[in-house]
């Protein structure tokens, strides 16, 4: 066993443990990080979600240091890719053209990139990063995190002591291991008041997650995967939460209020895109393209031959697993395998049964792209976790605070101690374990207090990652890339603010001058705290 000390202790590697990591170094402090997988970056990575889904992204709604993350990403593709002159000059380069996103790209160009950010701390002997490691048991005495027990990919330990902690793991793990106050699933509408909330809560009623993979597809040539063990099952699955439907097939009910029902489709390769970037979000009634909604190689953005095929990931309603929870329950390990399955068996329709636009039946020439998920496999490393334990918080983010069917064309909750800004397209709840067909309002543009943050009892862990306080509700905005970039500053900043006085983050949030203070020190770094005022859905 080996022991580590530091001033800051960032348990996850994911978006926000990345982001905490920055500001932390560029504030002076030491770090150690730590990720259980091979790769930093979470959703943008080792999940598959390599875009972020915020239709006033490229203007307004972020940090800065995010801007300049986007900017990386771009300049990586100017620098390295054989554009097209036109896709080379454009400010607001797509390298996919995916129409959820302004930016969808490889995960490896983010991986490159945030290796590149984070690599001149690791040389000055600031930084410490620990991959394939993985938290075991927490040490607490009174109301503090004393030191973090983890396991290494070789069995070793290691001990990390800190001064403060933060949790950046996909599904709050140290909350578990160290006892910290938190709830899991759906809240009821007496816990939480929200007009939305069910009449009871189940800790165990969770959205769906989803096992994201990366394919192109080769005419002519036949890349049909082996027959899923369990293919019959999933293909003639018929989930309650999807009204009857079969979850293999491109018929769905409207997913919110107002939305029509949808037949998507599949085109692979399309010479020409129906849609382009749906930067509004408002336009995807009808008959939404599955094959560019999240492609992040368009062969059009490069020199003509370079490309044999597009690039897209496969993150759709039909490999959205809603079998039961992956965590907090004894058979999780049962239904992580079945998550992969279904994706598995969503992949193996697509190759075989899928009805095509042309009479047929199946594209075999859908390829997966090992390469590009840096699996053996082609299929992410870990499931697209959309909730996590989530903290006791000192502010727990309800409905009521920014949903427009609530205020109408009211803005949101202005916390006065806001630490960032947010926005999505929706208050999305995907189709629950417990039969929440899924569904949500609209929320107007919000933010984030830095009392979601902070657990009500203990003083020296924050959360930094979608373990923040929010409702099951909530979350369904607030779990976004965007988001949870600026919910990792927030957390790193605060932690640096709290070694370099001596203090706690909820001392400092508690005292007006610190606070202000505190966030005089964001905004000098380029953190947005505020929306304009007129600013609304």
């Known amino acids: 066993m080996t022991e580590q000390d530091t001033e800051i202790l960032i348990v996850g590697g994911g978006v926000g443990g990345v982001s905490a990591a920055l500001a932390a170094l560029e504030r002076g402090r030491r770090v150690v990080l730590t990720e259980e997988t091979d790769?930093?970056?979470?959703?943008?990575?080792?999940?598959?979600?390599?875009?972020?889904?915020?239709?006033?992204?490229?203007?307004?709604?972020?940090?800065?240091?995010?801007a300049r993350f986007r900017d990386l990403l771009r300049s990586h593709y100017r620098a390295f890719y054989p554009l097209t002159d036109e896709a080379a000059a454009d400010p607001h380069l797509n390298p996919g053209a995916g129409w959820v996103s302004p930016v969808c790209v490889e995960p490896r160009v983010i991986l490159s990139v945030i290796d590149g950010l984070l690599r001149p701390f690791v040389s000055a002997g600031q930084l410490t990063i620990l991959l394939e490691t993985r938290p075991v048991a927490v040490a607490t005495s009174w109301d503090r995190i004393d030191a973090v027990t983890f396991e290494t990919a070789d069995g070793a330990e290691i001990v990390v002591s800190a001064s403060v902690v933060l949790d950046a793991t996909e599904l709050g793990d140290l909350l578990e291991l160290g006892g910290v106050e938190h709830v899991t699933g759906r809240e009821s509408r007496e816990q939480t008041g929200e007009p939305s909330a069910a009449d009871t809560a189940d800790l165990l009623d969770m959205q769906g997650v989803t096992w994201c993979f990366a394919i192109d597809h080769r005419d002519g040539e036949d890349h049909t995967i082996d027959r899923p063990a369990r293919y019959e099952h999933f293909r003639d699955w018929r989930p309650s939460q999807l009204h009857g439907e079969r979850i293999l097939g491109f018929e769905r009910a409207p997913e919110h209020a107002g939305d029509p029902a949808r037949a998507y489709l599949l085109t692979p390769n399309p010479d020409d895109d129906p849609f382009g970037i749906d930067v509004d979000h408002r336009n995807m009634g009808g008959a939404p393209e599955l094959w560019t909604y999240r492609r992040i190689l368009a062969r059009r953005q490069f020199q003509p031959g370079f490309f044999a095929s597009d690039v897209t990931i496969v993150n759709w309603p039909m490999n959205d697993y809603i079998g039961g929870p992956l965590f907090g329950t004894p058979d999780a390990a049962e239904h992580r395998a079945a998550a992969k399955e279904l994706s598995e068996s969503l992949l193996y329709w697509l190759q075989t049964e899928a009805p095509r636009p042309d009479g047929g039946a199946g594209w075999p020439g859908l390829r997966l792209r090992p390469d590009i998920a840096g699996t053996a496999d082609g299929f992410a490393k870990v499931p697209y976790y959309r909730e996590s334990r989530r903290i006791l918080a000192e502010r727990t983010i309800v409905e009521q605070d920014f949903s427009v069917e609530i205020l109408g064309d009211n803005a949101a909750v202005s916390y006065p101690d806001s630490v960032g800004v947010g926005h999505y397209f929706w208050?999305?709840?995907?189709?629950?374990?417990?039969?929440?067909?899924?569904?949500?309002?609209?929320?107007?543009?919000?933010?984030?207090?830095?009392?979601?943050?902070?657990?009500?009892?203990?003083?020296?862990?924050?959360?930094?990652?979608?373990?923040?306080?929010?409702?099951?509700?909530?979350?369904?905005?607030?779990?976004?890339?965007?988001?949870?970039?600026?919910?990792?500053?927030?957390?790193?900043?605060?932690?640096?603010?709290?070694?370099?006085?001596?203090?706690?983050?909820?001392?400092?949030?508690?005292?007006?001058?610190?606070l202000a203070a505190f966030q005089e020190d964001l905004v000098a770094h380029g953190a947005q705290l505020r929306w304009d005022s007129a600013l609304r859905w």
Do not use: C, M
């Open 427 to 514: 208050i999305d709840r995907h189709p629950s374990t417990g039969g929440h067909p899924g569904g949500g309002g609209r929320p107007q543009p919000f933010e984030i207090p830095l009392g979601a943050l902070i657990p009500r009892r203990v003083d020296n862990l924050l959360a930094a990652a979608k373990n923040i306080g929010t409702t099951q509700i909530t979350n369904g905005s607030y779990r976004l890339q965007p988001v949870e970039w600026s919910v990792g500053e927030a957390a790193g900043a605060i932690a640096s603010f709290a070694v370099a006085g001596a203090t706690t983050p909820r001392a400092v949030r508690n005292d007006e001058r610190l």
């Open 39 to 66: 790769w930093l970056g979470g959703q943008l990575t080792t999940q598959l979600v390599p875009s972020d889904e915020h239709i006033r992204v490229e203007t307004t709604g972020r940090n800065a240091s995010y």
